[in-house]
């Protein structure tokens, strides 16, 4: 007979063997299916075994909800920049310089990849911490958010590496998550990240690691520091890297001359538009840790490296006229339109501007001769006028003030760089994105009626928004362009079984500003139906999960508008699910009871125990009052709350005894050490010593 934790141990070898295999090696050796099933069993028996859990086990991988806090932590040997070249004279001469120095000079060129750095730190061959760079002496520890990077092992391979030792290196976003996720904000109105770069640093403080994990960030070594390492050189501790499970990239060359270096540059400056990562230059580093050491470093960088930085490409070309485009969600966005030009291999027609701030900051005007970049950027970006070429009875560029759709005047937000079109029920575009959005798949999965059709709709006046598309009749559409009887009959019967679909995807379909998927899924659960979500005020939105100041704002201002009130009552009339599925009642144990649940919890998410509360005839109130029979406590609890109940003489429960009192009480055995505690014990004075 298997154990129950010989089976936990037997999953977590195999989930990270595989882990490694998908993200580190790609050869993925099972399916994603195999691999979900399995990890779902795990999940199961943590469940059920929670004295077995393990902040290191794969199941942590899927992040949680909790509020990261990001303490500040002392480097043990400080994180040093590298000094940065453009030039290949001026690498060359580094490499004259080292080769002066030390005898038979040895370096390793890498890529520089295009991210924000990592030191990771393993105690016995187990992820202990994960530290941002900082200022170099001091970083976050993100450690929770780190455990969510796939190729980033949780526990090492061999048994070969030191008890206690340190590893940096990059934590980056490839192309493939950097589109998907600005996909995924531009749907939602949210701000895009300029480059892979700053959504790789951005991702990498989210306060709920549950989000870092959606995100697809990827991480590779470079460095292994410590103080007595068993190594020689770089070469050899990469390898060993390797060996532990560690993603070092093999983009790696042993050089001994400049034309050597030379040319492993010249190959990525070209090869490297088709890597799927972000990277920026070639690192040279000496290889010798003898040699390094002889070298030795500044305060600022050693001198055993150079970075060498690829130089965006850039072009000058003329700027014809500036347009404007107008969102789904009304906001505005200025396209440089230009003389057509060659860059990086492509023929760029239009640049984005972002906004009226950087077109004034540039001073641009149209018909100026402008330089044209393509860095870390995917759209190209307009760096500079060439003044010399300005023709002297140009006039400075005035933004428009009005929708060049609907002519309504612009809005400016406060805290929003970007000018706003607030006229949201009838300006076209916008109109129409509502519309298109309100049909996705994901939404109501209205998708036999198709873009181009809803454009059709809205030409033929059949309809303005979204409610009256439950008002249309087949006889409408079959005389319109391309559609005919059958597609027409299609089209009403989707719409008709659309009213089936579930509450929270109702509330995503609406298109509130910054209500994505997830967060109407949070506020589904959380406030139960429309009425409850559209009713509560900004402080009872806040307690919901994942949900912030800026989306409080945005729901509130969505509900206060009187046409989107009308267009929900018309939803409502028309027959769509306006409340989310009831819980069975599994006991009346809570009758009469009401409970207020705060702070984070260890077997159970907060949406969870607010189901439990309700399954078992309980209230689950947002806010204590002098009705709250209990206050559930968990870790973190608000301290105003906590106050309040004091105040009132509430009684404060535990998670063990809810569970109790529902009859679900499974004992916890011997606690997993408080990780906060375990950590405390583990932080070292920092040591200013050296890495070899
Ligand atoms: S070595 C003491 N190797 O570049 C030097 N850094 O501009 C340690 N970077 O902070 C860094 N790729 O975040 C090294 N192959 C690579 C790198 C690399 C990217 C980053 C790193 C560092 C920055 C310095």
Known sequence: MITPEQKINELRRELNSHNYKYYVENAPTISDFEFDKMLRELIELEELYPHLKDENSPSM??????????RTIEHRFPMLSLSNTYSSEELGEWLDKVKQEVANAEFVC?????????????????????????????????????????????????????????????????????????????????????????????TL???????????????????????????????????????????????????????????????????????PFPTD?????????????????????PKWAVAYKFKAEQALTRLLK??????????????????????????????????????????????????VEKGGEIIPKITGVELSERNSDSQPLQYITHCPECGTALVRYEGEAKHYCPNQSHCRPQQAGRIIHFIRRKAMNIESLGE????????????DNIADLYDLRAEQLAPLPRLGEKSARNIIQSIASSCEVPFHRVLFALGIRFVGETTAKYLASHFGSMDAVMNSSREELLEAEEVGEKIADSIIDYFADEQNRAIIERLRTAGLKFEADAVKLSSQALEGISIVISGSFEQH????????????????????????????????IGPAKLQKAQKLGIQIISEQEFLAMIGDSAPIESAVPDIEEKMENKITTPTQGTLF
């Not at 339109?337 to 501007?353: D, I």
């Not at 181009?452 to 309809?463: F, G, N, P, R």
Request: aromatic share 6%; glycine share 8%; proline share 3%.
């Open 61 to 70: 991988r899927v992040g949680s909800d909790l509020t990261n806090s990001f």
């Open 110 to 202: 890498e890529l520089k990849f295009d991210g924000t750095a990592i030191s990771l730190t393993y105690e016995n061959g187990r992820l202990l911490r994960a530290v941002t760079r900082g200022d170099g002496s001091r970083g976050d520890e993100v450690t929770e958010n780190v455990r969510t990077i796939r190729s980033v092992p949780l526990v090492l391979q061999g048994d070969d590496y030191p008890p206690f030792f340190e590893i940096r290196g990059e934590i980056f976003m490839p192309y493939s998550s950097f589109d998907r996720l600005n996909s995924e904000r531009e749907q939602q109105g949210e701000t895009l990240f300029a480059n892979p770069r700053n959504a790789a640093a951005g």
């Open 205 to 275: 403080k989210q306060q709920q690691s549950q989000v870092v994990a959606r995100r697809g960030l990827d991480c590779t070594l470079y460095q292994v520091a410590g103080e007595k390492l068993p190594f020689d050189s770089h070469s050899e501790s990469l390898d060993a890297a390797r060996r532990w499970g560690f993603k070092v990239s093999s983009h790696t060359a042993l050089c001994h001359t400049t034309e050597e270096v030379l040319a492993f540059i010249n190959k990525w400056d070209t090869e490297r538009h088709s890597l």
């Open 281 to 301: 230059g070639i690192v040279i580093k000496v290889n010798s840790f003898a040699d390094r050491r002889k070298l030795g470093s500044t305060a600022k960088a």
């Open 322 to 371: 500036v347009t404007y485009q107008v969102g789904r969600t009304g906001a505005i966005t200025p396209v440089a339109n230009l003389e057509p030009v060659l860059l990086a291999g492509t023929t760029v027609k239009r640049a984005t501007l972002h906004n009226a701030d950087q077109i004034a900051a540039l001073d641009l005007r149209e018909g100026d001769m402008v330089y």
């Open 452 to 463: 181009e059709t809803v454009e059709l709709l809205i030409e033929h006046s059949l309809i």
């Open 605 to 636: 998410s907060r949406d969870e125990l607010k189901a439990m509360i309700e399954a078992h005839g309980g209230k689950n109130l947002a806010a204590v009052s002098a009705n709250t029979t209990y206050l559930l406590a968990g870790a973190k």
